[in-house]
């Protein structure tokens, strides 16, 4: 779909690395008993929001998220099965993607704000510290926190924000799951995050700092 996408915006066309680990992305975490059209539409989604869903001549919306989202309301189930089956997915994405997110691209200020306030906000939702932290023993909310947050295209660029991006992520899907609205909240606080973390570059001068 991107080679297609990017003859359309005549821009040149280059090895999809990331189009790549998108669609692996969707293959984990979309149903695999799902119809194969759903999944196949996901991926499309994901291609058309990032090459047309754009401001400041780049994405927006982290480009998995977007088509699980989109292919979420016309019926796609979002399991997470691929990151969820067992402790060894957990252990796998801590220690690859957690040395990648904090120490190669250096978002820690970005995974450690989402990581209290989450823990913060569960404890008060639920009314007990422990559950709260069982919860957050299961590889998809690592793989969440470790894969797809810190994204270093569409999270937040300036240092001046990127707690508040965190934090904001952290907090929402506590609001938007009580709108029984969105197929999956926690996807849907991404792309939230990720539209406030751009606006907020852009309006702070994202490259300047």
Do not use: C
């Amino acid at each position: 779909f991107e080679y297609i996408f990017w003859r359309i915006r005549g821009v040149n066309s280059f090895w999809p690395s990331a189009g790549i680990i998108s669609g692996l992305i969707i293959f984990l975490l979309a149903d695999p008993a799902a119809p194969i059209e759903l999944a196949i539409g996901a991926t499309f989604l994901a291609v058309v929001g990032k090459q047309f869903i754009r401001l400041a001549n780049a994405h927006i919306f982290n480009p998995a998220a977007f088509g699980l989202l989109a292919a979420g309301f016309l019926g796609l189930p979002i399991t997470w099965w691929g990151v969820s089956w067992g402790y060894l997915p957990l252990a796998l994405t801590i220690l690859g993607a957690g040395y990648v997110s904090l120490f190669a691209i250096r978002q820690y200020k970005i995974v450690f704000s989402f990581l209290v306030v989450a823990l913060v906000g569960s404890s008060l939702y639920i009314g007990h510290i422990i559950p709260a932290i069982n919860q957050m023993l299961v590889g998809a909310f690592w793989f969440f926190a470790l894969v797809m947050l810190p994204e270093p295209m569409t999270a937040a660029k300036l240092s001046k924000i990127r707690i508040f991006y965190g934090s904001l992520i952290a907090l929402l899907p506590f609001t938007l799951s009580q709108l029984h609205f969105f197929p999956e909240p926690l996807l849907a606080s991404l792309l939230v995050g990720n539209l406030a973390a751009r606006i907020g570059d852009t309006k702070l001068n994202w490259g300047k700092e």
